[in-house]
């Protein structure tokens, strides 16, 4: 048997990993520990960056992305600007298990949700329309860019069984472009998952993370023998170099993983990155890690361990 665990992006991910905590110590699976913690940030309304009550678009619309990648399985689901359901980490699983594609986008996955018994609903607060429709006034096209306009809840958990799940969900860049996808629903990018090794879940600028496949390669970096922080950073480190290359002095990018034993690990850009851990000695607690990059080394090396 393994120690259950269970660790997810930002300040709103605490709630998530108590509500996969919960899962987990009941004897749950990590796919459902993942599924309900999600779905906690994505009704919230506060969250304003994942499902109800996330960021529009430039039309006024919010669109989601999500997706859940089974470690045990290798069972991949996601959707892509989707409209209209509040829960999409539960539209991505339904794909994985009842669809034959891996992927569903747009209005094909709007009906698809339908069609599976999901209620369409309006996922835009008054909040959110009264703050678009100032945009719509100032056009400050800079805000579509800051650094706190877009968080995507990811989520890494292991069960008692020793079975492995991430899973993501965003409402995306606000303001972007409609239909733009960012990196939350692309296997090996936005998140990815190995029983044998571990898992992984990014969260950022999606246009800078999706073009690496970072996720993907942190669970190699663990499977070659890097601890869970190093592989972590090595992912940081790999893009930002490429980064610099292209004339940018700067990006938000941070992962947190999961290995098969329990080991955590987390890097990110940003000065102070907070993450949130569940296990069953500690409960839910916040945690915050400093800036890695090439320029700055992390404050220590190895792993976080739960």
Same mark, same amino acid.
């Given at each position: 048997? $393994? ?9 709103f991910? =605490?709630?998530?990993? +108590?509500? %996969?905590g ?6 749950g699976?990590? =796919? ?7 779905r906690?940030?994505?009704? @919230? ?5 994942? /499902?109800?009550?996330?960021y529009?678009?430039a039309a /006024? ?6 997706a859940?990648?089974? !470690?045990?399985?290798? !069972? ?17 699983r339904?794909v ?7 992927? =569903? ?9 339908q ?11 008054? /909040?959110?329309?009264r ?5 719509l006034?100032?056009? #400050?096209l ?7 306009s877009h968080?995507?809840?990811? =989520?890494?958990a292991? #069960?008692?069984?020793?079975d492995?799940?991430?899973g993501? $969900?965003?409402s995306?860049l606000?303001y +972007? &472009? ?11 990018c936005?998140l990815?998952? #190995? ?11 999606? #246009?800078d993370i999706?073009r690496f ?6 669970v190699?970096?663990m499977? &070659? ?6 592989a972590?950073?090595? %992912? ?11 004339? +940018? +002095?700067e990006a938000?990018?941070n ?5 098969? @034993? !329990? ?6 850009t940003r000065?102070e990155?907070?993450?949130a ?5 500690t ?8 800036r890695?990059c090439?320029e ?11």
């Open positions: 048997m $393994s120690k259950p665990v269970a660790i997810a992006t930002w300040r991910g =605490l709630p998530g990993v +108590k509500e %996969a919960e899962a987990l110590g009941a004897g699976s990590a =796919l459902d520990a993942v599924e309900r913690g999600i906690t940030a994505e009704l @919230d309304p506060e969250v304003a960056s994942v /499902g109800y009550g996330g529009p678009n /006024g619309v919010v669109q989601t992305d999500a859940i990648h089974d !470690g045990r399985t290798h !069972g991949f689901g996601a959707v892509a600007a989707l409209e209209g359901v509040r829960t999409p980490i539960s539209v991505a339904r994985m298990e009842r669809c034959p594609h891996s992927m =569903l986008a747009g209005a094909g996955a709007r009906e698809f949700a069609a599976q018994g999901f209620a369409l609903e309006e996922l835009l607060t008054e /909040g959110m329309r703050n678009y429709e100032e945009w006034r100032n056009r #400050d800079e805000r579509t860019g800051g650094i706190a968080d995507t809840i990811g =989520l890494v292991l #069960d008692a069984h020793g492995l799940c991430s993501c $969900s965003t995306g606000r +972007k &472009s409609p239909g733009r996808v960012g990196d939350s629903p692309l296997s090996g936005g990815y998952c #190995d029983n044998a090794v571990g898992g992984a879940a990014a969260t950022g600028n999606g #246009d999706l496949a970072p996720c993907a390669l942190i190699e970096f499977r &070659s023998g890097a601890h869970t922080q190093e972590c950073r090595m %992912a940081v480190e790999r893009i930002m170099t490429n980064v610099s290359m292209r004339g +940018k +002095k938000d990018i992962f947190i993983a999961l290995r098969k @034993d !329990g080991e955590v690990g987390v890097a990110a000065a990155f907070h993450f851990v569940w296990t069953p000695e409960g839910a607690q916040l945690h915050v890690i400093q890695a090439p700055q080394e992390p404050e220590s090396e190895g792993a976080l361990r739960t």
